[in-house]
């Protein structure tokens, strides 16, 4: 599992939370995102990460932003990329089960570092679950045409 994490400046504490949760699990990353004292525009940030994970340079993408919901405006704009802005443990598990989101993006200004945990490590875990889900993800990819 190779996950890309992005950020902007509103985002950089919980950035960090969740690099050292990545060390913890052993789990290999890249951090693309913003860095303590820099000034980032978010859409920059959700276009290098999402272009990341389309490539397959990277299986999985985070990104966080103040709300969430500005990074995955962005993300969603990008084809291939299903982002999911999630504050909830069901909607970030059934996110990966149901949609295979292949982007979580969480709001640093909404949830703590330590719900955020909770999330990425479900998205991380959270198998897409294929068969008459896979036929609704497929007429996502249809309107992207
Ligand atoms: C930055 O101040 C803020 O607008 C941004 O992090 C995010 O919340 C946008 O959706």
Redesign the pocket.
């Known amino acids: 599992m190779r996950v890309a994490i992005g950020n902007?400046?509103?985002?950089v504490e919980l950035k960090k939370e969740l690099c050292v949760l990545f060390q913890e699990k052993g789990i290999e990353y890249k951090d693309f995102g913003c860095a303590e004292g820099e000034k980032c525009q978010?859409p920059d940030k959700a276009k290098e990460v999402c272009e990341a994970v389309v490539s397959k340079e990277f299986d999985l993408g985070i990104l966080c932003?103040?709300?969430?919901?500005?990074?995955s405006?962005a993300a969603n704009k990008i084809k291939g990329i299903r982002a999911a802005c999630c504050s909830d443990y069901f909607t970030a598990k059934y996110t990966r089960a149901h949609n295979d989101a292949n982007i979580l993006c969480m709001?640093?200004?909404v949830i703590g570092a330590g719900l955020a945990r909770e999330l990425t490590e479900v998205f991380l875990e959270t198998a897409f679950e294929g068969g008459r889900h896979k036929t609704r993800v497929d007429l996502i990819t249809e309107l992207e045409k």
């Open positions: 902007d400046h509103a985002a978010y932003c103040g709300t969430g919901v500005g990074m405006i709001g640093a200004r």
